[in-house]
């Protein structure tokens, strides 16, 4: 095949007739064409009176010989696994987030049966207890944002870009897209899939490893692990399941998992993460920003990642923006409050919003185990529970408040989006004083990059301290097995090896990889 690059496109076209200009342009007749796709698609705002999609085309001619005047790319195929498995007890894998999920369709598409535990329930049972919670304030502590089949990442945007070239990266879209999501996340150059899709997708994942023979099984929460002589032995849920390999795709979240493998010895290492809040504006505001008024383009909802390095060596970032979302109710224990950010696919909704993080090091919170880190977290995330009233809503403020560390009195014109309600706060008075200072001396900056990010009445909602995990369980470089308990496989974003949906897809294709070829 060949590629055709920088296809400039100003007005709404549909593939086909972007296609048609593309080959029109290079003097390529259509009957020559055997096959073509879109490789890539982004969108060039650099110049606000000069907007565009700028196309990447692959095309395959009949005639190879016509071929050799463009460049010359080779079609994509998924590496070849060579199977040395021979072991007599399924591998186990606990958790059913992108991790699990990818490490359980890698294993069963190559005649392995794994066993996949869920602490949480099957996210048709699961999204109605997320409901129930924004009602009734009813809080279920195994089914909920953070726990449940699909993990954090199915109440999310959804977010599929990645900053590695994994060879894998391919993979993972293909199979979204096989079990339901839009064809376009093939070549949009920031692909997403939203809630409303994940849900279904994970749920055709789920059904597909259980019609080739593995199991899933829902509110099976894995409370000890069998270790002898350095070897995984079992695992204990309701039930014991012997098995010589367990890919613990736990989430970040899992704090009992933790402290549990930290008392039996696993190598458990602190690292560093990030805390913050959630910042909401209109989304029109964010538009115009970006996009400008003069475009007859129909753009989406336009996105932003901002990062700002302040005088005292923090850094202020932006992370996990979801236009036209909502921030939601991101708690994994009684008594407390996470917030996150979700959009659906459309990303329709009326505001845009982020998490607004300042970084924390091991030097921030280390005082004498590995977990330290997870209790910095959960100090925190109590303080807003308590800042909001103790009745799980959140504390919000203005961004001019904030600047002026004074309590918001009444909101403008954005209004907050958080589920089940909000309390008007001054979350100085809970931030670290590193994290409150960073992110006063970062939002005036941040707005010359983004006009209005900087609006008095932008909302900041507290807390958000779950964008990664506070621990790393360690493993060898080359076999991702833990580097203490042969036949353990810490994996995806609660092993601290990924951050987001398609890395943590990703870190679960290569521990089932592993699995396969390990004799």
Not at 234 to 242: C, T
Not at 336 to 363: E, K, P, Q
Not at 438 to 461: Q, R, V, W, Y
Request: aromatic residues 8%.
């Amino acid at each position: 095949m060949f590629r055709l690059r920088n296809i400039k496109i100003r007005e709404d076209l549909t593939e086909e007739q972007v296609f048609q200009k593309a080959i029109k342009a290079n003097k390529i007749k259509q009957e020559e064409v055997e096959k073509w796709y879109i490789y890539k698609k982004s969108i060039d705002a650099r110049k606000k009176e000069d907007i565009y999609y700028n196309y990447t085309i692959d095309i395959k001619l009949k005639n190879k010989e016509k071929e050799k005047r463009f460049e010359q790319i080779e079609e994509y195929e998924f590496l070849k696994i060579e199977i040395k498995r021979k072991s007599q007890y399924k591998p186990v894998i606990i958790g059913s987030g992108p991790a699990g999920l990818f490490a359980g369709l890698i294993l069963i598409e190559n005649g392995i049966k794994p066993i996949i535990l869920e602490r949480g329930k099957c996210v048709e049972e699961r999204i109605k207890d997320i409901e129930e919670f924004k009602k009734t304030r009813k809080f279920n502590t195994k089914s909920n944002i953070q726990f449940g089949e699909g993990g954090a990442g199915t109440f999310s945007d959804g977010k599929l870009n990645t900053g590695n070239n994994s060879i894998y990266s391919r993979k993972v879209l293909e199979e979204f897209v096989k079990f339901g999501a839009p064809e376009e996340i093939l070549y949009m150059s920031k692909p997403h899939i939203g809630t409303d899709n994940l849900v279904k997708i994970v749920k055709n994942i789920r059904e597909y490893i259980i019609s080739k023979g593995g199991e899933v099984l829902f509110n099976e929460q894995v409370t000890d692990f069998e270790i002898q002589e350095n070897e995984i032995k079992a695992v204990k849920s309701s039930k014991k399941i012997e098995t010589d390999t367990v890919i613990l795709a736990i989430g970040h979240s899992a704090r009992d998992t933790f402290k549990r493998l930290y008392e039996l010895g696993v190598e458990i290492r602190p690292k560093n993460f990030a805390v913050g809040v959630r910042i909401e504006h209109l989304q029109k505001d964010i538009n115009n920003a970006q996009y400008g008024e003069k475009t007859k383009l129909k753009l989406p909802s336009a996105d932003y990642k901002l990062v700002y390095h302040a005088k005292n060596g923090r850094t202020c970032y932006t992370f996990c923006m979801c236009p036209g979302g909502q921030v939601i109710a991101s708690n994994s224990e009684e008594n407390s409050i996470v917030t996150n950010g979700m959009s659906n696919f459309a990303r329709d909704g009326v505001n845009a919003n982020s998490a607004l993080l300042v970084n924390v090091t091991v030097d921030d919170f280390y005082k004498s185990t590995p977990l330290d880190g997870m209790y910095f977290q959960e100090e925190l995330e109590k303080k807003a529970f308590e800042l909001g009233g103790k009745d799980y809503n959140a504390p919000a403020q203005k961004v001019e408040d904030f600047l002026l560390n004074q309590k918001t009195s009444k909101f403008g014109k954005v209004k907050p989006t958080y589920l089940p309600g909000v309390t008007k706060a001054n979350l100085n008075e809970i931030l670290p004083d590193f994290v409150s200072e960073t992110i006063k001396e970062a939002i005036p900056e941040l707005d010359k990059k983004l006009h209005g990010f900087a609006d008095n009445d932008a909302i900041l909602t507290g807390v958000e301290t779950r964008s990664s995990s506070p621990v790393q369980i360690t493993r060898e470089k080359e076999t991702l097995n833990s580097t203490n308990v042969k036949g353990l496989y810490p994996c995806g974003e609660g092993a601290g090896y990924a951050g987001g949906i398609m890395t943590a897809a990703i870190d679960g294709i290569k521990c089932a990889i592993q699995v396969l070829e390990k004799e």
